[in-house]
């Protein structure tokens, strides 16, 4: 952890769940968060967004949404504006996910603007980076992440509260993590870049029985939680973790 700094423990629910399931487990959630140090935010798919925000009006965890466009309207068919998630309750957006740059080709500049729109309509960005296995074999992972950070942060970004999230893309849903000295020097690099006041994050199958040793090194002020933030008890697990 970074001293002053409060965890976020984010819980990205990716493309999972029904209404009625997604609704129960926010409630789930909020249930067990009380007495928390950590900040608590989960990440619906898009058209549970405004009905967990009204189920959990009023108390202490965030909505954040999982994308968002460059622009605040247009034709756009099947894409969500900034403002639109506003209105529904979202006050977090993840941006340039690995998932959304292999499958949907986003470059860092796209994340950058998608960044810049976010802030400039009230959403927390939460932007993501990591390195393929090809890339860390051969060395890179440091300069890969230092290269997407660097193109994807806009003007404004710790003004605004911009949080990083470093997630290997070889790790995301894998069961497998790097080591922890590994962990530490990718945090290490990503301070010096994102400066003493942006929390940084660590994602890739984070899980109650590894979460409190990610969460002790320095420089990891959170997690970026994929499958174990679909069961309440695991999420809840993983912010206790954060002390």
Not at 69 to 80: N, Y
Not at 97 to 109: L, Y
Not at 145 to 153: D, E, I
Not at 179 to 195: C, F
């Amino acid at each position: 952890m970074t001293p002053g700094l409060r965890p976020l423990i984010a819980g990205n629910w990716k493309m999972h769940g029904t209404l009625r399931a997604s609704v129960a487990l926010a409630e789930a959630i909020r249930a067990g968060a009380d007495g928390l140090n950590a900040e608590l935010l989960i990440c619906p798919p898009f058209p549970y967004i405004q009905a967990i925000a009204m189920s959990l009006l009023g108390q202490p965890i965030a909505i954040g949404a999982q994308d968002c466009h460059l622009v605040v309207q247009g034709a756009h068919t099947g894409d969500v504006a900034a403002p639109m998630l506003r209105d529904c309750g979202a006050t977090y957006v993840i941006l340039g996910h690995s998932e959304r740059r292999a499958d949907h080709g986003e470059t860092d500049a796209v994340v950058k603007a998608k960044a810049a729109t976010a802030i400039a309509h009230g959403l927390t960005p939460i932007i993501c980076v990591g390195e393929t296995l090809a890339q860390r074999e051969a060395g890179e992972a440091e300069s890969v992440v230092r290269a997407q950070l660097s193109g994807s942060l806009p003007d404004g970004f710790a003004e605004a509260d911009g949080v990083v999230a470093y997630e290997p893309v070889w790790a995301i849903g894998t069961g497998k993590t790097p080591t922890e000295a590994d962990i530490a020097a990718i945090h290490a690099a990503l301070r010096q870049a994102a400066g003493a006041t942006t929390r940084l994050l660590y994602g890739g199958s984070v899980k109650p029985g590894n979460a409190a040793a990610i969460l002790a090194l320095p420089h990891v002020d959170g997690a970026l939680v994929g499958g174990a933030s679909l069961v309440a008890e695991d999420f809840l697990a993983i912010a206790r973790a954060a002390g």
